[in-house]
């Protein structure tokens, strides 16, 4: 009985040691707004960190300053998955969107943590590089192929 129960015991403490997590951090430095995170039509923040117990796929985040659609329509948008790479080139993936109905709102920028530190992107203008201004820019992608990747989105750098 003893060496089942601790065996039981040893596989579901792996299990959770094991588990894939995500958190998106905010840092509105703006003095207004709402940092809002949204996936799937859902609003799964509004300036709090946010963590997933499993992949965070097809995300977005954008600083809600009265004047954004629900989806971030009119305002400037951080595109994210967040997800354990199981090949070569399928971890994380963040960028930063202009394509209409999205434009420059607020300076923007991210930044990956606790894996793939240093890496990220900043938008300062409605004019910047850095961000997709038609969908063939995907240069501008930031990929991470470190497990259980966090996320720092910055308004007013």
Do not use: K, W
């Amino acid at each position: 009985m003893f060496t089942t129960l601790s065996l039981v015991s040893l596989v579901a403490l792996a299990a959770s040691v094991s588990a894939e997590t995500h958190t998106v951090h905010f840092d509105n430095r703006c003095g207004f707004g709402t940092p809002t995170l949204i996936q799937g039509g859902r609003v799964l923040s509004t300036g709090g960190d946010f963590t997933s117990n499993g992949p965070l796929t097809a995300a977005i985040a954008y600083l809600q300053t009265g004047s954004c659609g629900f989806n971030g329509e009119g305002c400037t948008m951080v595109e994210t998955t967040l997800v354990n790479p199981t090949c070569a080139g399928c971890g994380s993936s963040t960028d930063i969107t202009l394509i209409a109905p999205h434009s420059f709102s607020v300076t923007t920028g991210f930044g990956y943590f606790n894996g793939c530190d240093g890496v990220g992107q900043d938008c300062r203008s409605g004019s910047c590089v850095e961000a997709f201004h038609q969908p063939s820019d995907t240069f501008v992608q930031r990929a991470c192929q470190s497990n259980n990747v966090n996320l720092a989105i910055t308004f007013c750098l």
